[in-house]
Each structure stands twice: as structure tokens, then as C-alpha cells.
């Protein structure tokens, strides 16, 4: 074992004991994250806005700080942006990391020297949880992968501007340098279907250990590997023990993945995003991921189904129960208050506080007043493939209100590694097990206002080319599962 390995394996146990420590006083840890957040702010401008030297206790915070979302927050940003120090946050941010917003064009979220080391820790800690209760140290001498945006930054003002996985890249520790991968010159390629290429040629003969990233496009990567050497990617990367994800659902990818790695693997699931990082996977035996309540954010949570009620109403993590689907809220050392990231989320543990992410509170299919959300998509499709067969690349769903001829319906845009036998057979499981999640479905499709789902079979790469259409090939960007509408269904 080299000294690595015993170093990790030391470091793990410490940290676990931490984690163990803070995540069996929940309420006590998040009230303690509250005080010390409106103490820090009383003398920026929001905080002197909002009156946070008069607040005493959660009620008096949700009662002067409404609920935002980006474009409600953005005038203070934009402040930001232009320089002004002390508006969200004491002094200045240390950089914004640049997003592709639906509604707002570029969103631009700010990082501080308190919340950044937050996001490195939480990706660090997951690791190192996975150490502790596996005791496998055996990954950590091998060279180690993130597929991630380009590292390169650009000045606003004179503050740093990139995406978040590119800035992400200039914290890698000194012990890891050696390991990580690919060159920087590599990580610097703009055009994804380039970097790629470039990776695939400097990682094929190397010993990779850990390969991290968005599932669709590490199954780019996976492929084009495959592509070049006519192996599957364990028997490239014989030593290849851990794969690290988040940004979308992996069940979908699952099966392709097996086929592609050609054994098992072990796997830690993320939570990270350009606001915070908010939770991981602890545990190999549990889905749910421990939500970070000693990272500098409080959370809220509303119920997803009041959300756009008047005056909706907003819980702390003391008052959430299991398997409700919430909007999660969050006010962080980055100076996001009361901030809407747009996420729902479920719990699936109150001790300790673990969820899975089950969606987007804006990507929802409602056109008759079904609502009918990510995770019920995602659980319909895994089983119907899991009883019909067949193999997905990629998926989307929107509504057919106006079809040619019958009753609408809701379509399904998907695109096959390997077809089921029948294609039938996979629409009426699909819709059997979304009725049976989903009763305004259920409903809709019993009164004969819709009728069962119908698939539409996406060519080879079609979503590929629909990312590189708009501009958003590679890197953090993910396609929804859900529109309300069919702006992504007529380009399909």
C-alpha cells in the first residue's frame, strides 16, 4: 500500500466522523449556517434592504426576503458584475460563474472566498466517504478524469468569468496534479466533439482509475474509446474502479454504460451546481444523497404542487417529510438569498437528510393539468425497457396537443442504442407505469381527453445534432426531459 493510500485512507475516516458529527444535529447545524449568513450580510446592500439587523429568527427572515429567481435577483447582481462591492456579500466576489439561462439569457452566479472552498470539499468528501466504507484506496495512484468546460477564464470588471467546471479546474490539489487528466492545453479546446477527440488520444494508453462527468457526454467519450481500440472500456482501463456523476438521472444511461465498461463498477452520484454544491452519494447501498447543511447554505423547501400559489408556504429541514416532491430554496456565503436554483427534490432519509433530485419545477408536462414530472418520466421509461428490452441513448418528452387526426397525447423523442422487439410493447409499459405513478394522467387518459403516449424514434446522433445546433455541445449542458411546449420537439 503506497503512502497515498494510507494517507487517504486516515483522511477518510476523519472526514466521515465530521460528516457523522454535523449530520446528526441537523436543525442545530442549519441554525447555526443561518446566523452566521445574516450576521456576515447586515451591512451589505441587500442586507440593509431587507432590514437584517432587525432579524431575530427564521420568521422574520422569510418574512422580509421574498423568494427569487434569477431575473428577480438580478438587479444586485448586475451591480456586482459592474464592480460595486458589498451588495450581496462583504467585499467583491472572486469570480461568476457564467450559465446558460432559458429566461434570462446568461446568468452570471457569484462565487466568494467562503462558498468556493465548499464546492471543492463536497466533491473531495464524496470520495473519501466512498474510501471509508469501502476501504478500496486502490484508484488513487492512477490518473483520474473530469470532463469538464474549458478551464480558460475571462475578467468582468476584474473579476473572473468561466463556467463552473472550468473554474472548478484551478483547484486541483498539488497531491493530484500528477494524476489528473487530460493536459491543460487539452482541457483549453472550446469545440467538444474536438476535446474529445484530443482526450481519447492522450488517456487510451494510460492507467485511468477514476473518470468523472455528465453522463452523455462520458458516453461520448466511452465510445469514441471503444471506436479507436475495439475494447470495452474495463478491459482498456483494467483498473478503472470508479465512476463519479451528476447533472441528470443515470438510470437511463445505465444500460448502455455496462455494455460500453463491460463489467461492473463502482459509482458516486453529485449534486453539484454553479450556486452551490448541495449533496452527494455517501453510501454504495443508498440512491439518496446527504444533503450539505454545513456548507454555508440554508435551505427552504416548498411543496412543488403550491409552489405558484399565493403566498406559498416555506419549510425548514426540520418540517420536510419523506417522499414529497419540494422546490429546494437556498441563501448561501455567495449571497444568493432565498434563491429559487429551480430544482425539486425528494427525501428519501430524515436521518440523515438524504434526496434525490427529481426534476425541474419549469420542466414539467401540464398541458391538460397532468403535471407530470422528471422522476415519473425517468422510473416509466427504465421500466419498460426493463421488461421489453432495448437500449437508450437519449430521450425527451413533450405534449402533441394538435395532432392530425385522434386524440392528443404525449410524444416521446427517443433515441435507440439497440430498438425493443416491439416498439408497441415499450409505448403501452412506458404509459402503464406513468399512469400508475401519475392519477391526473391516469385520469385524462380514462376520460378519453388523451390517449396513450406514442414514441417517436430519433435517428442516430439526432440529439447530438440538436445540442450543436443550439450551441450547446458538451460540457455542463444537459438536454431536458420535459417541455410544456414543443420548442425542442419540433427541432427533433
Known sequence: ???????????????????????????????????????????????????????????DFASRVPIRDYEELRNYVDRSVKGEANVLWPGKPIYFAKTSGTTSGAKYIPLTKESMPTHINAARNAILCYIAET???????????????????????????????????????KY????????????????????????VEETYQENMTIISGIPPWVQMYFEKLKEKTGKPVGDLFKEFKLFIYGGVNFKPYKTTFEK????????????????????????????????????????????????????????????????????IIISTTAGLWSYNIGDTVIFT???????????????????????????EVDQALNKGIELTGGVINEFTVAPQINPKEGLPYHEWFIEFKEKPESIEDLEREIDKSLRAQNSYYDDLIEGNILRPLKIKIIKKNGFKEYMKSIGKLGGQNKLPRLSNDRKIADAL
Open 1 to 59: 500500500m503506497s503512502i497515498k493510500e494510507i494517507g487517504a485512507k486516515l483522511f477518510a475516516k476523519y472526514i466521515r466522523k465530521d460528516l457523522d458529527k454535523w449530520s446528526n444535529k441537523p436543525i442545530e447545524t442549519q441554525e447555526k449556517v443561518f446566523n452566521n449568513l445574516i450576521r456576515k450580510a447586515i451591512n451589505t446592500s441587500f442586507g440593509k434592504d431587507h432590514q437584517f439587523n432587525e432579524i431575530r429568527s427564521y420568521k
Open 349 to 375: 432519509s430524515l436521518k440523515p437528510y438524504k434526496v434525490i433530485v427529481s426534476g425541474r419545477i419549469k420542466h414539467f408536462i401540464s398541458a391538460f393539468g397532468e403535471h407530470v414530472i422528471g422522476k
Open 176 to 199: 493530484l496534479q500528477k494524476n489528473r487528466m487530460p493536459s491543460w492545453d487539452t482541457n483549453c479546446i472550446e469545440d467538444w466533439e474536438e476535446k474529445v477527440d484530443a482526450i
Open 135 to 173: 476501504g478500496n484506496t486502490s484508484f488513487v495512484d492512477g490518473k483520474m478524469i473530469f470532463l469538464q468546460g474549458s478551464p480558460i477564464l475571462s475578467k468582468e470588471n476584474g473579476i473572473n468569468l468561466g463556467r463552473l467546471s472550468g473554474i472548478v479546474a484551478h483547484y486541483v490539489p
Open 260 to 327: 460500453l465498461i463491460g463489467r461492473k463498477v463502482d459509482s458516486i452520484e453529485l449534486y453539484p451546481a454553479s450556486e452551490g454544491f448541495f449533496a452527494f452519494q455517501d453510501k454504495q447501498d443508498d440512491s439518496g444523497m446527504l444533503l450539505q447543511l454545513n456548507s454555508g447554505i440554508f435551505y427552504e423547501f416548498v411543496k412543488a404542487d403550491e409552489f405558484y400559489t399565493q403566498n406559498p408556504k416555506r419549510l425548514t429541514i426540520g418540517e420536510v417529510e419523506l417522499d414529497v416532491n419540494y422546490v
